[in-house]
């Protein structure tokens, strides 16, 4: 008789996992990690500095310096809390002492060689300060400016539950955030270096809608510094009569760098700042689209030209009938292509949305000032019907559609949704790829690997492994070919994990070719990590295709262990009680099959059970003794991961045996044999 489950590990529901750290769990994911300090929490805002070896972190109360080969080898800290009188006002305003009125880590940044500039919430009065981190990793300098404290706002929330989202550029720093004690003046900022201060239109929906900020970016246009742009990401609220209903939009949004705003309007605002929606959705019948449309987080794929990175997007959905995750990738052609497309105007007997088909002014409102296009020295030269265009046109009329226009990755049937994501380019023996580590509500981080079927456009996601953390808000990559490291931050700690885990997919050559991880090969005599410059005869790895049978076959018949390691084992159940005969395959995409070996009539199949970790017997008899066989089928490959003797033991003997002295049952002397570790009691109720 055959039985056939299809395994697919879930992650652990227990909230245990948010506040704890099992050590075997640990273990197991090769974790190192910083338990956090007594006082403090939200370890949120991260800057991974390669050229020092360092992790910076910022968090409540404390900025923190780890090693990026060992958090817990030489761990630097400085304590930042606001005073005891700002934290008694903030008190006195009604807010909570413990989750609001700390000084919150919000911006973490570069500033030069020396220093990095850092801002905090700092108890509903933001503040921000100087860091001096040394020129030279010897220098082992690690302090805060005490004497050098700035006003916050425009660059970090009042609020720490609000988002926030900076980037600093040639000495001044671009914020989306909150500039006010209620959380309702949302703007984009820049602040510092030598310029006055400017920011978005204040109090117009059309521009920000309650906004929620996720990261902003630099991406050169052309060739000339003048034409760079900055890029945020951010999701809203529709405008009115974008939608029936109230809605959430994933956002882009574009400004110029040399953007000094108007000369007599537009005084201090932007005049080049225009946003488009992005659309992550699966097409349906009838035309209907399923959205997913609260965007969580961006990560920048850098490609050999600077100009056209590739852009991952994490959504998940603002819908209440169903929840869903999904990852879309966008590229910078389609974005620059809806950007030059006609603006959002609203028009007509109900005053909807439609494309503006007028005349454009010329210099084109979002285009920078710079000697490529128009001439044009700044924007404040920039004509006055330019800048009255900008204003009431900041929404680009045509969406933004994913590589593909569709999804890369979509999960609905599962009890997390996605948080992060980072993005590795690893170097395989077939080609390049793309691996996904993307954090989820639940504390669980998935790998996933983009694999070409024919082309870029038309991609298989491979779900390489599903590892238990903790609840994940902030990931970080080392991208030093030594470090290869994955930096994870939560509310109560710092933890890193190679990624490199190849260990975890069996000792065999069939298993590790299976795996499809481009981080590991078959070496010959087990799975270990692929360096790209080895040259070895026995070194095995098919991420394309996985085919075991055309990589492992010659180890196999030379006799070494290429082919899966069968695990045998005996175990007993009790007649009328039931058994759970546990098999679980490395591979996460693997489909189960269980042979029992016997004679006579064919088994009853309502006594019996596949599920996902293995085969449940509901009520033992005496005719279901026997050899159990799980095999794992992939690609056409089978290999037998566990032969499992089941022997019943009949209610009247066990009725003896609970009369006897159960020292007397233990002792081999009395003619009993003890039980070993492969021949447990198998739910014996």
Same mark, same amino acid.
């Given at each position: 008789?055959?039985?056939?489950?299809?395994?697919?590990?879930?992650?652990?529901?227990?909230?245990?996992?948010?506040?704890?750290?099992?050590?075997?769990?640990?273990?197991?994911?090769?974790?190192?990690?910083?338990?956090?300090?007594?006082?403090?929490?939200?370890?949120?805002?991260?800057?991974?500095?390669?050229?020092?070896?360092?992790?910076?972190?910022?968090?409540?109360?404390?900025?923190?310096?780890?090693?990026?080969?060992?958090?817990?080898?030489?761990?630097?800290?400085?304590?930042?809390?606001?005073?005891?009188?700002?934290?008694?006002?903030?008190?006195?305003?009604?807010?909570?002492?413990?989750?609001?009125?700390?000084?919150?880590?919000?911006?973490?940044?570069?500033?030069?060689?020396?220093?990095?500039?850092?801002?905090? &919430?700092?108890?509903?009065?933001?503040?921000?300060?100087?860091?001096?981190?040394?020129?030279?990793?010897?220098?082992?300098?690690?302090?805060?400016?005490?004497?050098?404290?700035?006003?916050?706002?425009?660059?970090?929330?009042?609020?720490?539950?609000?988002?926030?989202?900076?980037?600093?550029?040639?000495?001044?720093?671009?914020?989306?955030?909150?500039?006010?004690?209620?959380?309702?003046?949302? *703007?984009?900022?820049?602040?510092?270096?030598?310029?006055?201060?400017?920011?978005?239109?204040?109090?117009?929906?059309?521009?920000?809608?309650?906004?929620?900020?996720?990261?902003?970016?630099?991406?050169?246009?052309?060739?000339?510094?003048?034409?760079?742009?900055?890029?945020?990401?951010?999701?809203?609220?529709?405008?009115?009569?974008?939608?029936?209903?109230?809605?959430?939009?994933?956002?882009?949004?574009?400004?110029?760098?040399?953007?000094?705003?108007?000369?007599?309007?537009?005084?201090?605002?932007?005049?080049?700042?225009?946003?488009?929606?992005?659309?992550?959705?699966?097409?349906?019948?009838?035309?209907?689209?399923?959205?997913?449309?609260?965007?969580?987080?961006?990560?920048?794929?850098?490609?050999?030209?600077?100009?056209?990175?590739?852009?991952? *997007?994490?959504?998940?959905?603002?819908?209440?009938?169903?929840?869903?995750?999904?990852?879309?990738?966008?590229?910078? *052609?389609?974005?620059?292509?809806?950007?030059?497309?006609?603006?959002?105007?609203?028009?007509? =007997?109900?005053?909807?949305?439609?494309?503006?088909?007028?005349?454009?002014?010329?210099?084109?409102?979002?285009?920078?000032?710079?000697?490529?296009?128009?001439?044009?020295?700044?924007?404040?030269?920039?004509?006055?019907?330019?800048?009255?265009?900008?204003?009431?046109?900041?929404?680009?009329?045509? =969406?933004?559609?994913?590589?593909?226009?569709?999804?890369?990755?979509?999960?609905?049937?599962?009890?997390?949704?996605?948080?992060?994501?980072?993005?590795?380019?690893?170097?395989?023996?077939?080609?390049?790829?793309?691996?996904?580590?993307?954090?989820?509500?639940?504390?669980?981080?998935?790998?996933?690997?983009?694999?070409?079927?024919?082309?870029?456009?038309?991609?298989?996601?491979?779900?390489?492994?599903?590892?238990?953390?903790?609840?994940?808000?902030?990931?970080?990559?080392? *991208?030093?070919?030594?470090?290869?490291?994955?930096?994870?931050?939560?509310?109560?700690?710092?933890?890193?994990?190679?990624?490199?885990?190849?260990?975890?997919?069996?000792?065999?050559?069939?298993?590790?070719?299976?795996?499809?991880?481009?981080?590991?090969?078959?070496?010959?005599?087990?799975?270990?990590?692929?360096?790209?410059?080895?040259?070895?005869?026995?070194?095995?790895?098919?991420?394309?295709?996985?085919?075991?049978?055309?990589?492992?076959?010659?180890?196999?018949?030379?006799?070494?262990?290429?082919?899966?390691?069968?695990?045998?084992?005996?175990?007993?159940?009790?007649?009328?009680?039931?058994?759970?005969?546990?098999?679980?395959?490395?591979?996460?995409?693997?489909?189960?099959?269980?042979?029992?070996?016997?004679?006579?009539?064919?088994?009853?199949?309502?006594?019996?059970?596949? &599920?996902?970790?293995?085969?449940?017997?509901?009520?033992?008899?005496?005719?279901?003794?026997?050899?159990?066989?799980?095999?794992?089928?992939?690609?056409?490959?089978?290999?037998?991961?566990?032969?499992? &003797?089941?022997?019943?033991?009949?209610?009247?003997?066990?009725?003896?045996?609970?009369?006897?002295?159960?020292?007397?049952?233990?002792?081999?002397?009395?003619?009993?044999?003890?039980?070993?570790?492969?021949?447990?009691?198998?739910?014996? &109720?």
């Amino acid at each position: 008789n055959y039985i056939r489950n299809k395994c697919c590990r879930r992650p652990n529901k227990s909230n245990i996992l948010y506040s704890l750290f099992p050590t075997e769990m640990l273990e197991s994911n090769n974790l190192l990690t910083f338990n956090g300090l007594a006082n403090s929490s939200a370890y949120h805002t991260f800057l991974l500095d390669e050229e020092r070896g360092r992790l910076f972190v910022g968090a409540k109360d404390h900025v923190l310096s780890f090693n990026l080969v060992d958090i817990n080898l030489d761990m630097q800290l400085i304590s930042w809390p606001p005073s005891p009188s700002r934290r008694d006002e903030c008190k006195w305003a009604g807010k909570d002492v413990q989750r609001e009125c700390s000084n919150f880590i919000k911006v973490l940044q570069p500033f030069n060689q020396t220093h990095l500039y850092v801002c905090g &919430t700092g108890a509903f009065h933001p503040v921000c300060a100087y860091v001096e981190v040394g020129k030279r990793p010897e220098d082992n300098i690690f302090q805060l400016g005490s004497s050098s404290f700035e006003n916050g706002r425009g660059k970090s929330p009042y609020d720490p539950k609000l988002l926030t989202a900076s980037m600093l550029i040639d000495g001044e720093l671009y914020a989306g955030t909150s500039a006010d004690f209620m959380g309702r003046d949302f *703007a984009i900022f820049r602040t510092l270096g030598k310029h006055h201060p400017i920011r978005t239109e204040q109090h117009d929906s059309r521009w920000l809608n309650d906004p929620r900020f996720i990261s902003v970016h630099l991406i050169p246009e052309s060739d000339n510094p003048e034409d760079d742009k900055i890029y945020l990401f951010f999701r809203e609220n529709a405008i009115d009569g974008e939608q029936t209903s109230k809605a959430t939009h994933a956002r882009i949004g574009q400004l110029c760098k040399n953007d000094f705003g108007g000369h007599r309007s537009l005084v201090n605002k932007w005049t080049t700042f225009l946003k488009a929606r992005l659309i992550c959705s699966v097409p349906g019948l009838n035309g209907i689209d399923t959205h997913f449309d609260e965007l969580q987080d961006v990560f920048l794929m850098s490609s050999k030209d600077p100009k056209n990175p590739i852009i991952y *997007a994490v959504f998940t959905t603002s819908s209440n009938i169903f929840k869903g995750s999904a990852v879309c990738m966008y590229s910078m *052609a389609d974005i620059r292509r809806v950007f030059l497309g006609p603006y959002a105007h609203r028009d007509g =007997p109900n005053y909807q949305w439609v494309p503006f088909l007028g005349r454009v002014p010329y210099p084109r409102p979002g285009t920078c000032p710079s000697k490529t296009f128009d001439g044009f020295e700044s924007t404040k030269d920039f004509p006055d019907d330019v800048i009255t265009f900008a204003r009431s046109h900041p929404a680009m009329y045509n =969406p933004v559609f994913p590589i593909n226009n569709r999804p890369i990755i979509i999960k609905t049937d599962v009890d997390y949704q996605f948080t992060q994501i980072v993005v590795d380019r690893v170097e395989a023996e077939d080609g390049q790829y793309d691996v996904m580590f993307i954090g989820t509500d639940m504390g669980t981080v998935l790998k996933v690997v983009s694999i070409p079927r024919g082309t870029w456009h038309d991609l298989e996601e491979v779900l390489l492994e599903e590892m238990t953390v903790f609840r994940v808000v902030s990931l970080n990559i080392s *991208a030093l070919s030594l470090q290869q490291q994955l930096y994870l931050g939560s509310t109560i700690g710092v933890s890193q994990m190679p990624l490199h885990r190849c260990d975890v997919y069996g000792k065999a050559c069939a298993e590790c070719c299976l795996a499809r991880d481009p981080y590991c090969a078959w070496d010959g005599s087990q799975c270990s990590r692929y360096f790209p410059t080895a040259k070895r005869r026995t070194r095995r790895q098919d991420i394309r295709n996985g085919d075991p049978l055309t990589q492992c076959s010659d180890l196999q018949h030379h006799g070494n262990t290429g082919g899966s390691q069968c695990n045998r084992s005996t175990v007993y159940g009790v007649e009328n009680s039931s058994s759970f005969l546990e098999c679980s395959p490395k591979s996460q995409r693997a489909l189960i099959y269980w042979q029992f070996q016997r004679h006579g009539e064919d088994r009853k199949q309502e006594r019996v059970l596949g &599920t996902e970790q293995g085969l449940l017997i509901r009520t033992l008899h005496q005719k279901d003794s026997g050899v159990y066989y799980c095999h794992a089928v992939e690609h056409g490959f089978i290999q037998t991961l566990l032969r499992l &003797t089941l022997n019943i033991i009949p209610t009247e003997h066990l009725d003896d045996l609970l009369h006897r002295d159960t020292t007397d049952i233990n002792d081999p002397a009395n003619g009993h044999k003890m039980l070993t570790d492969t021949e447990i009691p198998v739910n014996m &109720t």
